[in-house]
């Protein structure tokens, strides 16, 4: 085999556990390797040690902690649920010059071009579930889905969608990939009728007439999902800010004013000092096309 008495380098910890695919641990036993050097302990509590004491056991010498920060921010979505339980969230929003995300009439394509547009497509790709609310459905009946012609993986859709009102013509529903749809109250008609459209629909705790953004992350925690894509409008980005449920911002700003009139960027309480300021740190920034991507996390 050509692998035999090669060095095996990789991110995580191989795992010594039957799961989606068979263990690591027993195919770079199998191939003969000479060495495994592994980035980042496995923080899955079924893996976390062993797979390293399995190699050792076999007689096949292990290192680890290379670029382990490194691994940790590429598997941040798993690290995170491993922890947790709940997936990394990402929240992106676009704005003008001027911190507004549309004109006062709702109207918003497109302030940034087609650079910028085509970088949240990546995002998308990567990511478990794209996110959004039925305020979005209803007025932009948007698709969500992954636009890119070198990939053909369909992320979840996920709606937090209060009383049902999702249309089962909606774009999201009637398109590729898997569909869930989050509410706070029941409706058997309206269930039934996405349903019938291959919808999973799952009634969760309220908090007040919305579905608890607690109880959300938890369940797509459950599902498995790493890493979740929020497309929203203010009010829904902005309770994932204002309850701390982001992991990271990721704002596109495009060289345009669109004047007071126009919607602001986030739905935020009044606060009456800057030390109840949300603080946010840049950990990038960069030009996509003619617009700036600024990455920001949690200061």
């Given at each position: 085999m050509r692998a035999r008495g090669a060095t095996a380098y990789v991110t995580l910890e191989p795992c010594s556990h039957q799961g989606r695919t068979p263990p690591c641990t027993e195919a770079l036993i199998q191939a003969g390797v000479a060495c495994v050097i592994y980035a980042l302990k496995d923080p899955?509590?079924?893996?976390?040690?062993?797979?390293?004491?399995?190699l050792r056991a076999a007689g096949i010498p292990v290192r680890s902690g290379l670029l382990a920060e490194a691994s940790r921010e590429l598997n941040c979505g798993f690290v995170k649920r491993m922890v947790r339980g709940v997936p990394f969230v990402r929240v992106k929003l676009a704005m003008s010059l001027d911190g507004r995300t549309a004109l006062a009439n709702g109207a918003s394509r497109w302030i940034t071009q087609?650079?910028?547009?085509?970088?949240?497509?990546?995002?998308?790709?990567?990511s478990s579930a794209v996110l959004t609310g039925i305020g979005t459905v209803l007025a932009d009946d948007p698709a969500l889905n992954v636009r890119l012609p070198e990939s053909d993986r369909q992320p979840w859709r996920v709606v937090l969608d209060s009383q049902l009102h999702t249309p089962p013509t909606a774009r999201l529903v009637a398109g590729e990939g898997p569909v869930l749809i989050l509410a706070a109250r029941d409706d058997a008609v309206r269930r039934a009728a996405l349903q019938a459209q291959s919808a999973a629909v799952e009634i969760l705790p309220a908090d007040g007439a919305h579905p608890s953004l607690q109880a959300v992350l938890q369940r797509l925690g459950q599902l498995e999902m790493n890493e979740v894509w929020v497309e929203a409008g203010q009010r829904l980005a902005g309770a994932f800010v204002r309850e701390g449920l982001f992991d990271e911002l990721l704002v596109y700003v495009a060289p345009s004013l669109l004047g007071g009139d126009a919607r602001p960027?986030?739905?935020?309480?009044?606060?009456?000092?800057?030390?109840?300021?949300?603080?946010?740190?840049?950990?990038?920034?960069?030009?996509?096309?003619?617009?700036?991507r600024l990455t920001l996390r949690p200061a």
């Open positions: 899955n509590p079924r893996v976390c040690g062993e797979g390293e004491g399995q087609e650079a910028a547009r085509n970088d949240v497509q990546h995002y998308r790709a990567r960027l986030l739905q935020l309480p009044a606060i009456s000092s800057l030390e109840q300021k949300v603080k946010l740190q840049f950990t990038d920034f960069r030009a996509v096309g003619e617009d700036l």
